[in-house]
C-alpha cells in the first residue's frame, strides 16, 4: 500500500532524508505529505514556469511474471526534485519511460498534467528532456550534428544557438565537432544531459544521471538539478545516496528487484 | 520553445537530412547496393551478351536488379536504429508518424539515386532499343515509389523482432510481386509500344493502399 511521510521543509537546505513515498501494492492514492512549501530562495516558482502534475493510480507494468513495475500510486507536483529509488529491476527506469511516453502502461494509469491541462503520452516528449543509460545518439555524427538534429526534428527555430547552450552548461562546449564515437563513457553522459536540457523542459526525467560521471560532470549535474528543481520538475532516478538525499521527495519502490526468487 | 510552421514537416526533413548525412558517413547502403547491381550487370553481359532484340527479358532482368539492390539498403532503414540503440532518441525528438514518413522520403531518393545510375548502366551494356521515355520514366518513378513505401512499413514492423532480417525477406518479397509483374510488364510493353495503363493503375493503387496503412500503422509501432 503506498503510503506519505512528511518532510516539514526543503529536504535539501537540512540535509535530512526527503520526504517519502513508499509504492508496493495498488489501491490508496498517495498524496505526499511533504510537499515543500512553493517560497524561499530556491522553492520560488519562476514567474512563467508552467506548473506540472503527475498522478499514478495502479499504475505498473509487466514484461514477465515478476518482472517490471509493481502497482504504484503516488502524485505529485512541481516545483521540485523526486528521487525514485528501488533495487534492480524495480521498474525505475519503467516508470520514467511511461512517464515520458515512450511506454504504455499494462495496468492503472499515469496523467501527466501542465497548467492543469491533460497532457497525453504522445505530446509529453515535447515538454519533457529524458536522459537515461539506454539513450544512444549516432556515432557517426559529431555532437553537435547529433543535438542539431534534436533540435530540428522537434522544431526549434534557433537549433545552433541552443545546442551551444546546452554544451556550455554541461561543460562541453569544445566537443561539438567530436564523434560521438569517439567520446568517453563520461562524455556520453553528459551529451545525454544536454540533451535532456535541450529545449529548456518544464519537465526533467534523469535516469541513473551520475554514472560514469567524474567529479566535475557531478557538480555540473549538481547545477543542473538546482536550476532545475527551482522552476520545474525533476524525476531522478537512482540509488546513490547522496543523489537521493538531495531530493525533496523519494518514492521508493519495493519491487522485488532482479534476481529475487519470484 | 519558439518553434517553426508545421512541426510534421519540419521533423520529417530533418529526419530526411540525417538518414542522407549518416548514409553519407558510412556508405553501408550505397556500396552494396551499387555493388550488386555492378556486378550482376557485368556478369549477365560477360554469359549472355547484349539482349538488344528480348525485350521481354530486359524488363524482368532491370527490376531484379533494382529489387534486389534497393532491398539490400532499404531493409536497414530501422534495423539500424534498433541495433545502434537509437530509436528512443528517435521517439524523444519525432512522432512515430514522421519518423516512418521521413525514412519513406529517404528510401524512396535512395532508389530513385540507384536506378539514376542503375539504369543508364543497364541500357549500355544489355544494348537494348531507346526506350519510350515518357512511360518509362513513369514505371521507374511509380516502381521505385511502391518498393520504397513497401519495404519501409515492413522494415518499420519487423525491426523490433529477434529474427527481422529473415522476416523482412518472408514478409515483403511476397507483399512485393504485384509490383514486380506489373513494373515488369509495363517496361516490356513500352518497349513493345503497347499500352502500359493497367500497370500504372495496379501501382498506384498499391502504393495507395501501403501509403494508407502506413499513415494508420506508424503511430501504433513503437509502443514497447
Redesign the interface.
Known amino acids: 500500500m503506498s503510503s506519505g511521510e512528511a518532510a516539514p521543509g526543503p529536504a535539501a537546505s537540512r540535509g535530512a532524508a526527503p520526504g517519502r513515498v513508499h509504492a508496493a501494492a495498488a489501491g490508496a492514492v498517495a498524496e505526499p505529505v511533504g510537499v515543500p512549501p512553493r517560497t524561499g530562495p530556491d522553492r520560488t516558482v519562476a514567474a512563467g514556469a508552467p506548473a506540472f502534475r503527475i498522478r499514478a493510480s495502479s499504475l505498473a507494468h509487466r514484461y514477465a511474471p515478476g518482472r517490471g513495475l509493481e502497482a504504484i500510486d503516488f502524485a505529485i507536483a512541481s516545483p521540485g526534485l523526486i528521487a525514485v529509488t528501488g533495487p534492480n529491476g524495480s521498474g525505475k527506469s519503467t516508470l520514467l519511460r511511461i512517464v515520458a511516453g515512450l511506454l504504455e502502461p499494462s495496468a492503472g494509469r499515469c496523467e501527466v498534467e501542465i497548467d492543469g491541462a491533460l497532457l497525453p503520452p504522445a505530446a509529453r516528449r515535447a515538454r519533457c528532456g529524458f536522459a537515461a543509460p539506454e539513450l544512444a545518439f549516432y556515432d557517426e555524427l559529431t555532437v553537435g550534428e547529433n543535438l542539431e538534429f534534436a533540435a530540428e526534428a522537434s522544431g526549434a527555430v534557433d537549433a545552433v544557438a541552443r545546442v551551444d547552450a546546452a554544451l556550455d552548461r554541461v561543460g562541453l562546449p569544445g566537443r561539438r565537432r567530436d564523434r560521438v564515437a569517439a567520446l568517453s563513457s563520461g562524455m556520453k553522459q553528459r551529451l545525454r544531459l544536454a540533451f535532456a536540457i535541450l529545449h529548456a523542459p518544464p519537465l526533467l526525467l534523469l535516469d541513473e544521471p551520475e554514472s560514469h560521471l567524474d567529479t566535475d560532470g557531478r557538480e555540473v549535474l549538481t547545477q543542473l538539478l538546482a536550476t532545475q528543481r527551482a522552476s520545474g520538475l525533476v524525476l531522478l532516478a537512482t540509488n546513490d545516496e547522496r543523489e537521493w538525499r538531495r531530493a525533496d521527495q523519494r518514492i521508493e519502490l519495493h519491487g522485488r528487484g532482479l534476481g529475487d526468487p519470484a | ?4 510552421g508545421s ?1 510534421f514537416t ?2 520529417v ?3 530526411l ?2 538518414e542522407w ?2 548514409e553519407w ?2 556508405r553501408h547502403g550505397l556500396n552494396a547496393s551499387l555493388l550488386f547491381a555492378l556486378t550482376t550487370l557485368t556478369a549477365v553481359s560477360f554469359a549472355v551478351g547484349r539482349l538488344g532484340d528480348r525485350t521481354d527479358l530486359m524488363g524482368g532482368l532491370l527490376w531484379i536488379v533494382l529489387l534486389f539492390g534497393s532491398l539490400a539498403s532499404l531493409s536497414h532503414a530501422f534495423v539500424r536504429e534498433v541495433e ?3 530509436l ?2 528517435l ?5 512515430p508518424a ?1 519518423i516512418g514518413f521521413g525514412k519513406l522520403l529517404f528510401n524512396l531518393a535512395f532508389v530513385l539515386l540507384l536506378e539514376l545510375v542503375t539504369v543508364p548502366m543497364f541500357l549500355v551494356l544489355m544494348g537494348g532499343p531507346p526506350p519510350d521515355w515518357p512511360p518509362f520514366l513513369g514505371l521507374l518513378a511509380l516502381g521505385g515509389l511502391a518498393l520504397a513505401s513497401t519495404s519501409t512499413l515492413v522494415g518499420a514492423i519487423v525491426s523490433q523482432t529477434r529474427g527481422r532480417a529473415a522476416l523482412f525477406a518472408g514478409v515483403s518479397l511476397p507483399l512485393l510481386l504485384p509490383v514486380m509483374a506489373a513494373t515488369v510488364s509495363g517496361t516490356r510493353a513500352q518497349w513493345q509500344h503497347g499500352s502500359i495503363r493497367s500497370e500504372v493503375e495496379l501501382l498506384a493503387g498499391f502504393t495507395a493502399a501501403v501509403l494508407g496503412a502506413s499513415v494508420l500503422l506508424y ?1 501504433h509501432l513503437w ?2
Open positions: 520553445m519558439p518553434t517553426r512541426s519540419v521533423a526533413w530533418a529526419i537530412r540525417k548525412r549518416t558517413r558510412t545502434g540503440r537509437t528512443t532518441f521517439r524523444l525528438v519525432a512522432t514522421a503511430d509502443n514497447d
